[in-house]
T-cell receptor, first 113, second 116 residues
């Protein structure tokens, strides 16, 4: 039973346009959400996070939106760059607990030059 | 600043052999995690240590898997005997504290295991 779902295994976007990656969760106890980026042959690296007390968090070109009623979050990348091509993992945790962090299956983003 | 260091990066072994994966967490971090990534199940937590003590091993798939953390700077994940279905990328990760607020988990580059 997947508690964190990334239903799009892949996404292609033109350079300069917006990339929108989506994530749904089922566990209402989740209150802390993160996005990780993973390049081939490397480990995942932290990108951005959001607490359930917020509905938006922005860091440069990256913005995460949280819709608690829909149990949905999304990552927006504007403008997209070829270097953003990677696998993006959504993750969620109850009470901000690191050991209870649950990951989605990932979305491969390809930014076309 | 050195990140989480894992070895070996790649391992190909025959079914039935023992496999030992090694991890050196970031200095000063007191939480250590072993994850496994597969196509079918994505990233899943196998075991979590805090202050060198195994706190949660509910993700360890079966008795063939074991993990140790003899000191704050070293951990091992052992599979004995290995089976083809154990083929995956195994990630070690560490964090400074147990909570995620203002904190994050740092991953190593992974150990790619192939059991033939």
């Amino acid at each position: 039973d997947q508690q964190v779902k990334q239903n799009s295994p892949s996404l292609s976007v033109q350079e300069g346009r917006i990339s929108i990656l989506n994530c749904d969760y089922t566990n209402s106890m989740f209150d802390y959400f993160l996005w990780y980026k993973k390049y081939p042959a490397e480990g995942p690296t932290f990108l951005i996070s959001i607490s359930s007390i917020k509905d938006k968090n922005e860091d440069g070109r990256f913005t995460v939106f949280l819709n608690k009623s829909a149990k949905h979050l999304s990552l927006h990348i504007v403008p997209s760059q070829p270097g953003d091509s990677a696998v993006y993992f959504c993750a969620a945790s109850p009470s901000g607990s690191a050991r209870q962090l649950t990951f989605g299956s990932g979305t491969q983003l390809t930014v076309l030059p | 600043d050195a990140g989480v260091i894992q070895s070996p990066r790649h391992e190909v072994t025959e079914m039935g052999q023992e496999v030992t994966l090694r991890c050196k967490p970031i200095s000063g971090h007191n939480s250590l995690f072993w994850y496994r990534q597969t196509m079918m199940r994505g990233l899943e937590l196998l075991i979590y240590f805090n202050n060198n003590v195994p706190i949660d091993d509910s993700g360890m798939p079966e008795d063939r898997f074991s993990a140790k953390m003899p000191n704050a700077s070293f951990s091992t994940l052992k599979i004995q005997p290995s089976e083809p279905r154990d083929s995956a990328v195994y990630f070690c990760a560490s964090s400074f504290q147990q909570g995620l607020s203002g904190n994050t988990i740092y991953f190593g580059e992974g150990s790619w295991l192939t059991v033939v």
